[in-house]
């Protein structure tokens, strides 16, 4: 389950970061661009469409990101560099090849970590948001 991080007595403690939301003038579009590039399934039961609340949550693993509609969002991300997500894999150096090929968009290639033995490669979606592989070469 991972580590737990004992913030303070009166606090409780946290146990992980369970999923990402991605807010987006065209959240369909976004969700369907992870299906396709990645592969990621959708939870039917955790995606719906509400006047208050309309999006589609993709399966990464044992968390999610969840594409979801917001009435001050349009079009791509305009800061896309203030917040970074990470999907951890099994080979960044496979999967960034296999992407590729699927025309996602690489800004940065696959390097290692100055300070451990991980790898990086950072891509943009359909939005620009960035996001980065992370694992073994």
């Known amino acids: 389950m991972g ?3 004992y913030c303070n007595k009166n606090m409780g403690k946290y146990v992980t970061l369970k999923g ?20 990621f399934e959708v939870d039917p039961k955790f995606s719906y469409e509400d006047p208050k609340d309309t999006g589609i949550t993709l399966i990464v693993g044992d968390s999610w ?11 791509a991300n305009k800061d896309p560099y203030r917040i970074m997500f990470e999907i ?3 080979s960044v150096g496979t999967l ?3 992407l590729s090929e ?12 100055p300070t451990m033995d991980i790898y990086y490669a ?11 592989l992370v694992g073994r070469l």
């Open 3 to 5: 580590r737990i991080v």
């Open 20 to 39: 990402i939301l991605l807010w987006s003038e065209d959240y369909k579009g976004l969700a369907q661009w992870y299906q396709e590039k990645f592969g």
């Open 65 to 75: 990101i969840w594409c979801g509609k917001h009435s001050e969002v349009h079009g």
């Open 122 to 132: 950072t891509f943009k979606d359909l939005d620009g948001n960035i996001g980065q």
């Open 88 to 90: 951890s894999v099994e």
């Open 102 to 113: 699927k025309g996602v968009d690489f800004i940065a290639q696959p390097f290692k970590s």
């Open 96 to 98: 960034y090849q296999e």
